[in-house]
């Protein structure tokens, strides 16, 4: 089992028109049984936190990381 951290994060345009990420809410999930299992439980909980159905209405992609890897990003 191991601990990870979810980002989730929208993709916005600066005034001049650049693209960017904007950093929305960080979820941790500890002693799961795998990144999917955390993915999914830090969804359900941002959804729940937001106090929205889905949590692509706040946010357009999330980075996973546990202890031991790197961050992988899933837009959706």
């Known amino acids: ?12 345009l600066s005034s001049d028109g650049h693209p960017f990420k904007v950093l929305q ?8 049984n795998s990144c999917e ?13 937001e106090n929205i159905g889905d ?5 357009d992609f999330f980075e996973a ?5 790197a961050p992988h990003s899933t837009v959706v």
């Open 65 to 69: 990381s546990d202890d031991t890897h």
């Open 37 to 49: 299992d955390a993915v999914r439980i830090a969804q359900q909980r941002f959804a729940g936190l």
């Open 25 to 32: 809410r960080v979820v941790s999930v500890s002693q799961s």
């Open 1 to 12: 089992m191991a601990d990870y951290q979810i980002k989730f994060f929208k993709n916005v």
């Open 55 to 59: 949590w692509r209405l706040h946010a």
